[in-house]
């Protein structure tokens, strides 16, 4: 499985931005594809993932808040949508995958069975 992120960068606070994870080489019929994020100093965070087979959006808070999930499958692309970004949003951000329609152990335990390598973004003015 191959997760490759883009999209991240320098943003000011109060803007908007769209990431992006091409993904590949996915074989299990059915698993939840998604955003984990890592903070400086900070343990990982999953934010929000997306059922293959339901194509339903999961999220952190049952109040996805600013975070948007969204799927193009024709892509291969899965992206985030992150708005009004806050200096407390900058982290490193990685695609990630979980074998199975397990969002709960996405999110929440972070059992993840494929990592991309993440996108940097920082909000700072």
């Known amino acids: 499985v191959q997760l490759v992120e883009s999209g991240g960068g320098l943003v000011q606070p109060g803007e908007s931005l769209r990431l992006s994870c091409r993904y590949s080489?996915?074989?299990?019929?059915?698993?939840?594809i998604g955003w984990v994020r890592q903070a400086p100093g900070k343990e990982r965070e999953g934010l929000s993932c997306?059922?293959?087979?339901?194509?339903?959006?999961w999220y952190r808070n049952a109040e996805k808040g600013r975070f948007t999930i969204s799927r193009d499958v024709a892509k291969d692309t899965v992206y985030l949508q992150i708005d009004s970004l806050e200096p407390e949003d900058t982290a490193v951000y990685y695609c990630?995958?979980?074998?199975?329609?397990?969002?709960?152990?996405?999110?929440?335990?972070?059992?993840?069975?494929?990592w991309g390598k993440g996108t940097q973004v920082t909000v700072s003015s």
């Open positions: 997306i059922s293959s087979d339901l194509d339903k959006e």
């Open positions: 080489g996915i074989t299990s019929d059915r698993y939840c």
């Open positions: 990630a995958v979980k074998n199975g329609n397990l969002p709960y152990s996405f999110i929440h335990r972070l059992d993840i069975d494929h």
